[in-house]
């Protein structure tokens, strides 16, 4: 085509899009809202992206370094980041100087100085425990660590954003996420369970840039980790349990000020290394070493997770640009139709078909650049607006406002692309419109084309096999090959594509097979049937758009449901649900017992029959005890979780923790006999309780020394096989028979099962109380499985609502527009003026339902691909169940085509004027 004939096509294009300008604003913005998600998405992505100085700041404010007692007197591997990942070396490839240097050194914090120029110095910033701490109606968990806010230092890693940096005793910091989930103020105190005598006054609200939503208190140096590892041992800890053990978990960390501008270069930060400390270092990270310094690869390290992720998350987007392409179908399917006698003059006056077909497109080229610009600078500008709340909301603070205009192009032509892919088919259909038809308002009917169904199932077969594939195949690197996403993302996402396009190819073939069915149906479903099928033209772009929502909303929610499903199976509840479980570790006749007790009670004045829980001890020499264990059928001592556990209890704890109301069992364990719950535990009709301690025989007498070894006893035994109550004890005893046994009995809680479970709100104050009477005591309260919210499903299926009813009112707008002349013909000839409403209604109704229906399979095939994928696609691996929203299919396939329906009844007009009949 020459030029001059394409600046006409495209001239005729925009004088129509003006003429038209509520069809033309609704096609850019349908090309415009995409365009401005992913515009949006990329400059929040950009500028979440922090640059080496940026991520220095973050990690370690205004110091030259970050040192991490790693593994001290072993020799470790690290990149210029430590945070990307270390390396333990083997012990025959540590520095022998490593191993004898930790051991000479009093603490790692000497090593660490001794190995640092003079004059360096280290200022502690090592996580400190977390603790308890009063909040306005009780108790909550809350992280510490411990900071001086008045040295410039930590600006950058802490920043302080309200109030005032603490600087006297018992003063401190907490994040805004703290004072949130405490209700408590700048100017409140709050208490330290094991720190009663010393409340802190919070002076000020601080964050951390990375990281918004953390819930931690920040004390001054020397009040806070050290106070509570030195009260841990004073709560009373019983014997077994260990206060430190948790301190264990969290290496020591140091910011480092070097002295006179001096910098810790890469020869400094392997030194480092050979002795188990991680660096990372401002100058190392500003000037990285060359790459054949560097022999840490952290890809080798790359976890599944979050490869599944860009697996999801690709799917999704590719579905939904061909959403996009589909919900502009119809619209421009209506211009050509409304421009089909100004076309058919076109090829009246010499043009061609490619000219027909440079006009239509030539809408999409002008429509899809105007809504890719609008929806560029929407945004762009819209992030910027909202700059803070986008933060927030993502978790972090943006390093720095990055506008990539190389990114922002490519989208805009995504969006362009989009709108001339949308373009196509009614491109080609006016292309192929009759002249003579189109000048006299008429259409053909053709029959449809018997090659399309076959394609399309080919499609179909062959991306759902593809889509399998990719989901269930082995990355063999992992690493983005295209624009950051992998080959099984790529794979996945073309496989489900093809298979959606493959099902677009069967829409024409069930429109026109529903026409068949109009010949016995009465006046107003046959006329709605067979108009549809006449123009297919305007019913299958209509019907393709509500497939491709409907599948996207399908994939979503059934993978949602799937993963949720999986993630249901594989929880295990501590307790019966909605119990309230106290645990105090502690001596029956221990006199803060019957306390603790009542003040649950107090607070919960319907937390119902009080059940006692206790353990069985193994005393085998003064000071010298196990824990007694039911013995299972693998023949050694087993050590493990809950479903190992010999507990002593009566009736109540028959009915309020193992949820057992069977007389004959109760009557079995008041004779003494054990109740077991797995039968795995019974041997020849017995119960083994099986213990460490000594060899055999008695307990051991003073000053002789035990030798270690296992015991067993077994006693007589009831089974009670119920999987759920095994979860949580292997067997249960009563007291009398226990002592018979010579064991001895220590209180591990009490549990309650209330009729309705407490509020959060109420379990803070019974924390409260409880911390009054016995510190180390805590409340827990079975809420079962708690899924999260799903925002994307929720935003997904809302999308689909507007696109079933929108597709279909526009489709049944375009069919009243049409046969205007037809309804005027049948209100001449006597037809009720109802058959209109019926007509329209049964119309919309077939658009949604058949578009549903068809996006409904179409969706399960990225679904299971997605499925498969989150289940690692391993034989053997972790089961993915199948798992259908059917609260959510119902709503798409059977409530939505029924409301489309009664929608355009309403909104259709009864009677019309009568017109002069065309032709």
């Not at 096999?465 to 690493?479: E, H, M, R, V």
């Not at 298979?499 to 006046?523: D, H, M, Q």
């Not at 979860?727 to 549990?751: H, P, Q």
Request: charged fraction near 20%.
């Amino acid at each position: 085509m020459r030029l001059s004939a394409l600046r006409v096509a495209l001239r005729i294009a925009r004088r129509d899009a003006l003429r038209a300008k509520g069809r033309s604003v609704l096609v850019a913005a349908m090309v415009a809202l995409p365009v401005l998600g992913v515009a949006g998405a990329d400059v929040v992505h950009r500028s979440g992206q922090l640059t080496p100085g940026e991520r220095v700041e973050r990690l370690m404010g205004g110091a030259d370094a970050l040192i991490t007692a790693h593994r001290p007197g072993r020799s470790v591997d690290q990149g210029p980041f430590a945070e990307d990942g270390v390396q333990v070396l083997r012990e025959d490839r540590t520095d022998p100087a490593s191993v004898s240097a930790a051991a000479a050194a009093g603490s790692p914090a000497d090593l660490v100085a001794g190995l640092l120029p003079a004059g360096a110095v280290l200022l502690p910033a090592t996580a400190g425990p977390a603790v308890s701490t009063s909040t306005r109606e009780g108790l909550f968990t809350t992280a510490t660590s411990e900071a001086d806010l008045t040295d410039r230092i930590w600006q950058g890693r802490l920043d302080l954003v309200e109030g005032r940096a603490p600087s006297a005793p018992h003063e401190a910091a907490v994040t805004r996420a703290f004072l949130d989930e405490a209700g408590l103020r700048i100017g409140d105190s709050t208490t330290v369970k094991g720190l009663d005598g010393a409340p802190f006054r919070l002076t000020g609200a601080v964050e951390y840039p990375g990281d918004l939503g953390k819930v931690e208190l920040v004390a001054r140096p020397g009040e806070l980790i050290a106070p509570v590892a030195a009260a841990a041992p004073s709560a009373g800890a019983p014997s077994g349990l260990t206060a430190a053990g948790a301190d264990e978990a969290r290496p020591e960390r140091w910011l480092v000020r070097m002295p006179g501008g001096a910098a810790l270069d890469w020869p400094a930060v392997r030194k480092l290394n050979r002795y188990g400390f991680t660096v990372t270092s401002r100058a190392v990270a500003l000037d990285p070493p060359p790459a054949s310094a560097v022999t840490y690869d952290p890809d080798l390290f790359r976890l599944p997770d979050a490869d599944k992720r860009i697996v999801v998350l690709a799917t999704v987007a590719g579905m939904a640009l061909l959403e996009v392409a589909l919900l502009a179908g119809p619209a421009f399917a209506v211009g050509a139709r409304r421009l089909r006698r100004q076309l058919a003059l076109i090829g009246a006056a010499g043009g061609n078909r490619g000219h027909v077909r440079a006009v239509v497109l030539g809408s999409g080229l002008v429509l899809g650049t105007a809504g890719a610009a609008v929806g560029l600078v929407a945004g762009v500008g819209l992030v910027a607006v909202l700059r803070t709340r986008a933060e927030e909301a993502g978790g972090s603070r943006f390093g720095h406002f990055a506008i990539a205009p190389l990114d922002l192009l490519a989208i805009a032509a995504v969006g362009v692309i989009t709108a001339l892919l949308a373009a196509v088919v009614p491109a080609a259909q006016a292309a192929r419109r009759d002249v003579v038809a189109g000048l006299t308002g008429r259409d053909s009917v053709g029959a449809p084309s018997r090659r399309l169904p076959l394609l399309g199932l080919v499609l179909v077969v062959a991306g759902a096999g593809l889509a399998l594939y990719g989901a269930g195949g082995q990355d063999a690197t992992g690493l983005p090959v295209f624009h950051g996403l992998t080959r099984k993302a790529l794979t996945v996402l073309a496989g489900a594509v093809t298979a959606e396009i493959g099902f677009l190819l069967f829409t024409p073939l069930l429109i026109a097979l529903s026409g068949r069915l109009a010949a016995r149906l009465p006046l107003g479903p046959r006329l709605a049937l067979r108009d549809s099928a006449r123009h297919r033209g305007r019913t299958a772009p209509a019907v393709a758009a509500v497939m491709a929502a409907v599948a996207g909303a399908v994939a979503v929610g059934v993978y949602t449901t799937g993963t949720e499903a999986q993630d249901r199976a594989a929880y295990r509840p501590t307790a019966p649900m909605g119990a309230v479980v106290v645990e105090a570790p502690m001596k029956p006749d221990d006199p803060q017992l019957p306390r603790l007790r009542a003040a649950v009670e107090r607070d919960l004045p319907d937390a119902g029959a009080r059940a006692d829980v206790h353990g069985m001890l193994y005393v085998f020499c003064e000071g010298c005890s196990s824990a007694v264990r039911a013995k299972g059928t693998g023949g050694r001592f087993d050590d493990g979780g809950s479903g190992s556990r010999a507990l002593v209890g009566d009736a109540t704890v028959l009915h309020n923790l193992f949820g057992v109301n069977d007389r004959a069992v109760e009557e079995a364990l008041a004779a003494g006999k054990a109740i077991v719950f797995d039968r795995d535990r019974l041997h020849d009709g017995r119960a083994v309780l099986t213990m460490l301690g000594a060899a055999g025989g008695g307990p051991v007498r003073p000053g002789e020394a035990p030798q270690p070894g296992v015991k067993e006893i077994a006693v007589d035994a009831l089974l009670v096989d119920n999987p759920d109550a095994a979860r949580y004890g292997g067997l249960l005893m009563s007291e009398d028979a226990v002592r018979r046994a010579g064991l001895a009995t220590e209180s591990i809680g009490s549990v309650w099962r209330p009729a309705h479970p407490p509020t959060a709100k109420v379990q803070q104050r019974v924390e409260a109380d409880l911390a009054q009477v016995v510190p180390r005591a805590t409340l827990h309260v079975e809420r079962g499985f708690q899924p999260k919210d799903d925002v994307i499903s929720l935003a997904l299926a809302g999308f689909a609502v507007v696109v079933v009813l929108g597709a279909a009112a526009v489709a049944t707008g375009l069919a009243a527009a049409d046969s205007l002349v037809d309804r005027a013909t049948l209100a001449a000839v006597g037809a009720p003026p109802r058959i209109h409403r019926v007509q329209a209604g049964l119309q919309s109704t077939l658009i949604a339902g058949l578009g549903a229906a068809v996006g409904t399979v179409s969706g399960f095939v990225p679904a299971v691909a997605l499925l498969r994928s989150h289940a690692g696609g391993r034989i053997g691996g972790p089961e993915a169940p199948f798992t259908a929203p059917w609260g959510l299919l119902v709503m798409i396939t059977v409530v939505l085509p029924v409301v489309a329906g009664l929608g355009a009844a309403a909104f259709t007009r009864s009677r019309l004027p009568l017109a002069r009949r065309a032709g």
